[in-house]
């Protein structure tokens, strides 16, 4: 199926750990992103790319890594896990024709 | 800089009791101006997209309008699927897409 899909849905690590969220889009979408949602924020931009290894910062950056060998595939990397990341993570694809944003389902972390 | 602002935080309804929700926003240049759904557990779902004041958009009971400081969505006769977490996103000039924190609306039988 055409989409978003992001991997994986849910996950427990420890302060201090490496943790990567996956997407990937089978559309071949130019720019994908990367949110985070928390109570209170809103979805706040982490990390957006513009194209296959083109990446920049977004809102809130701090603490997480992206790579993006492919234009298909967009990793999030926390470095080293803090209580403070625990949120949803969504991906997201923008479709430039439409002007549309399209989102994942959603990584749920928790750093204890 | 550019900013979202919506209102109510939390809206409870009577099936079919219609009513609209607020996007207030403040943008150097407006490129777009959007609406998704989001049921729990779920990522957003696009419905509309605004381009410029006195623009609107029909879907089934949602109807979203724009002006140079606010968007509406209204709904009418909502039903309990209508519950959802509303957003509301703007997109000034560049590729950046800010969102506003949401309406939680809840329709009750």
């Known amino acids: 199926d055409a989409g978003i899909t992001q991997s994986p849905r849910y996950k427990i690590t420890e302060t201090g750990r490496q943790v990567t969220l996956m997407c990937h889009q089978t559309?071949?979408?130019?720019?994908m992103f990367w949110y985070r949602q928390d109570l209170g924020h809103g979805l706040r931009l982490i990390y957006y790319s513009a194209a296959a290894d083109i990446t920049d910062k977004g809102e809130v950056p701090d603490g997480y890594v992206v790579s993006r060998s492919k234009t298909e595939n967009f990793p999030l990397t926390l470095e080293s896990a803090t209580r403070s990341q625990t949120s949803v993570y969504f991906c997201?694809?923008?479709?430039?024709?439409?002007?549309?944003?399209?989102f994942g389902e959603g990584s749920w972390l928790t750093v204890v | 800089e550019d900013q979202v602002t919506q209102s109510p935080e939390a809206l409870r309804l009577q099936e079919g009791e219609s009513s609209s929700l607020n996007c207030s926003y403040t943008v150097s240049g407006l490129r777009g101006l959007f609406w998704y759904r989001q049921d729990p557990g779920k990522g957003p779902e696009f419905l509309f997209t605004?381009?410029?004041a006195g623009e609107e958009k029909e879907k089934e009971r949602l109807k979203a309008t724009l002006t140079k400081k606010e968007s509406f969505l209204h709904i009418t006769a909502p039903k309990p699927e209508d519950s959802a977490t509303y957003l509301c996103?703007?997109?000034?000039?560049?590729?950046?897409?800010?969102f506003g924190p949401g309406t939680r609306l809840s329709v009750l039988p």
């Open positions: 605004l381009y410029s």
């Open positions: 997201a694809s923008w479709d430039r024709d439409g002007n549309t944003i399209y």
């Open positions: 559309w071949s979408h130019s720019y």
């Open positions: 996103a703007l997109q000034g000039y560049g590729q950046n897409f800010v």
